[in-house]
């Protein structure tokens, strides 16, 4: 069924910036999914990072609005994170995965690792 692909981590000093990638495969319907990043940090549960739908409107977890920008490539089946001003409490395992539809298909996510 449909699988996502998350890259695009890394380690970077505060400040700096990331921007991850995430490339659906096994549909052929990507442009009608809402698409939203998912960031789960050492010993906490995953939570919601952003969010964009079919039609293009945005939605940030406060702690990222300014800093972030989700966006999508429907030609190329990708949603992408552009992270910039990363913060140490930015580090985290990063998911993407469609709310709408509801798919719960889970990659390995990309680490992102903030320090000095």
């Known amino acids: 069924q449909v699988q996502f692909v998350e890259s695009g981590g890394g380690l970077v000093q505060p400040g700096g910036s990331l921007k991850l990638s995430c490339a659906a495969t096994?549909?052929?319907?990507?442009?009608?999914?809402?698409m939203a990043w998912y960031q789960q940090a050492p010993g906490k549960q995953r939570e919601f990072v952003a969010i964009?739908?079919?039609?293009?409107?945005?939605t940030y977890k406060n702690s990222v609005k300014g800093r972030f920008t989700i966006s999508r490539d429907n030609a190329k089946n990708t949603v992408y994170l552009q992270m910039n001003n990363l913060k140490p409490e930015d580090t985290a395992l990063y998911y993407c995965?469609?709310?709408?539809?509801?798919?719960?298909?889970w990659g390995q996510g990309t680490q992102v690792s903030v320090s000095p």
């Open positions: 995965n469609s709310p709408l539809p509801q798919l719960e298909s």
């Open positions: 096994g549909t052929s319907i990507f442009s009608t999914y809402t």
């Open positions: 964009i739908t079919q039609r293009g409107t945005t």
